[in-house]
């Protein structure tokens, strides 16, 4: 519920015809004031009680004062012409006072604007605490001003020129578009739930997004060029070639690999942690004896495991390594692990453990953790072998186990 910001200087409440618009549209406006208007035919009808036309400079502007909880509190119902007569202002008077009295307006409920709404998702949400960053920071960087309006205020219009500059070069819309449009009706929804709103997002037109492109940027049937590309990396700077090294030989999202501390990992027994994977829950995981070795010859002057120069803080999320013409990014590295695998003929649920994925049926979650050491080793050779370091011969055969 908006309270209605007036100058200080408002003169005295003159009557006047607030019934048909032609009769509001003479009244004039009143540069350095606000002049209060009033009908007095209308004080029978005890839902019209109360409503005002505020005239100021430039605009006209509807508003119920009424005495609510021992108070006199002013309600800004909305703008004239939009709400052409006192009747349509009245109709809105109605919505608002049955929504003060179940306590379901905004100042009750604390939800003004979207941004409102989507804390108050947040606050009663499971989601982990990296998603509802994301949320965030997704807002700042592209929806502030939309989440800063009243949501009484927005319409589907508005809404639909906020997603608009998020296409591609041909028009279609983009991922980024499809995030931003799964937040806005997650706000709207919260919002229609606890303040019992129209939710104006549901209007939105449902569009086809291109599919991601999952395919690595060279011939996964010729030798793989990754082993290269993380040996040149790694002679300019050992920590970050060794981080895509750990990426490529654990399958796990570079968040999870960049964020390893020395107590995540035990090296005797040749495991890691994982303190939050992307579901929210804790993982541990088996690691290959290549990749335990890789760990061996780090320095340990931080408790990050791949810390930046100043060691207080780890590296930052890597981008992509390039050499001869090809390239590989973090995603590749999951791809690669996972390709190597199934041409292992591995079980699709020790790859998803490995991965660190999310459990997709019943058996998965009473799963107690099938992946092995054995497991981590076999796929390790599998990509080596891939990138042409040891011949095919040399490859751990798995086939009949579990």
Known sequence: MSSLNVAEDVAEMPNQNLTTRPAIAK??????????????????????RGIRLAVGATKKTWVLSKRIDGK?????LGAWPDLPTVYAARDVAKEKMEAITTRTDDRSTGIHTLRNAMDSHIEQSDASERTKTYYREQIERHL??????????????????ALAPYVDGNGKPTSTQQ???????????????VRRIPNVADALKKVKYRARNNKVKFDVDEAWPAL??????????????????????????????????????????????????????????PIADRVVAALRALPRHSEWVFPQHDTEKH????????????????????RLFTTAARRLRLPSYIIDQ?????????????????????????IAKQIEVECGSVPSSNVVQIGGRR
């Open 72 to 76: 006199v509190r002013s309600v800004t």
């Open 179 to 193: 995030h931003l449009r799964q937040i806005i009706g997650t706000a709207f929804k919260r919002a229609s739930v």
């Open 228 to 285: 290269d590309l993380i040996y040149a990396k790694k002679a300019h700077n050992l920590i970050i070639g060794t981080a895509w090294e750990v990426m490529l030989f654990t399958g796990l999202r570079a968040k999870n690999v960049t964020e390893l501390r020395w107590a995540d990992i035990d090296l005797d027994s040749a495991r890691l942690r994982v303190a939050e994977l992307k579901n929210g829950t804790e993982g541990a995981f």
């Open 354 to 378: 490995l991965r660190g994925d999310m459990e997709k049926g019943v058996q998965d979650l009473y799963d107690q953790g099938s992946m092995s050491h054995k497991d981590a080793n076999a």
């Open 315 to 334: 590296i930052f999320h890597p981008q992509q390594l390039k050499g001869d013409g090809v390239r590989m990014t973090p995603h590749d590295a999951r």
């Open 144 to 161: 502030a001003k939309l989440f800063d309006r009243p949501i009484d205020e927005l319409t589907l219009p508005d809404l639909e020129r």
């Open 27 to 48: 009244i004039k406006h009143a540069p350095g004031n606000t002049i209060m208007y009033s009908d007095p035919s209308v004080k029978p009808d005890p839902d019209a």
